[in-house]
């Protein structure tokens, strides 16, 4: 279990394919310095395994379900990824309860300055949609986010200083994959709706 908020962005050091399918992936990051094999890490919002510790870095294995399903696969030597440790029962909740099992990738639509502000455009696939309400929470490559506005396609976010200085937004670029993990509330309520 996690909250969506992001304690750093790690490193990308290595991929390495797997001799049966599937990738190793080894990230650095401060974060690493405590880790142990079995933690679990949340990358990009998509909960991993570490199997490898070492020092600042830490290696996770990727299987070909992950690949498809997130957008680790897209991810290149040097890219950042969002990192967030799993919520230990002492932490204080901040964002939202976030799974760490991503739903869907979604699609930048625009990331920029609007004005002296930030504006985040989001295009998501339709389930995504339909659990997504103006002013709920949505996890965006692992960032707990406040939906501003609904879209005909997608949300709009609008983001703080404070998102773009510590996660890897720097980095991204309309037309980018996210992944979106949709509040878990909402969909435990859509699924009691449909049984009626």
């Known amino acids: 279990m996690f909250t969506g908020l992001v304690h750093s962005a790690g490193r990308i050091v290595e991929l390495t394919p797997r001799p049966l399918g599937g990738l190793r992936f080894t990230v650095q ?3 690493f310095a405590t880790a142990k094999a079995g ?13 490898d510790p070492f020092g600042d870095r830490a290696s996770f294995d990727l299987l070909a379900e992950t690949l498809r399903l997130t957008n680790l696969g897209d991810l290149k030597v040097g ?7 799993s919520l230990l029962p002492t932490d204080r909740l901040g964002g ?6 991503v739903d869907a990738c ?15 455009d989001v295009e998501a696939p339709a389930e995504i949609q339909a659990l997504v309400v103006k002013k709920g929470c949505i996890a965006v490559d692992g960032m707990s986010l406040t939906v501003a506005d609904l879209l005909p396609n997608g949300f709009r976010i609008w983001l703080i200083p ?16 996210v992944n979106l993990e949709s509040d878990l509330l909402a969909k435990y309520a859509a699924k009691l709706l449909r049984r009626e």
């Open 29 to 31: 990051s401060p974060l």
């Open 79 to 85: 890219d950042l990824v969002n990192l967030e440790p």
């Open 39 to 51: 933690d679990s890490i949340a990358h990009n919002g998509c909960c991993l395994t570490v199997t």
């Open 96 to 101: 939202h309860f976030v799974t760490g099992h």
């Open 162 to 177: 404070h998102t773009l200085a510590v996660t890897n937004l720097a980095q991204r670029r309309a037309g980018d994959r």
């Open 106 to 120: 979604g699609k930048i639509a625009f990331l920029g300055q609007d004005g002296a502000d930030w504006r985040f």
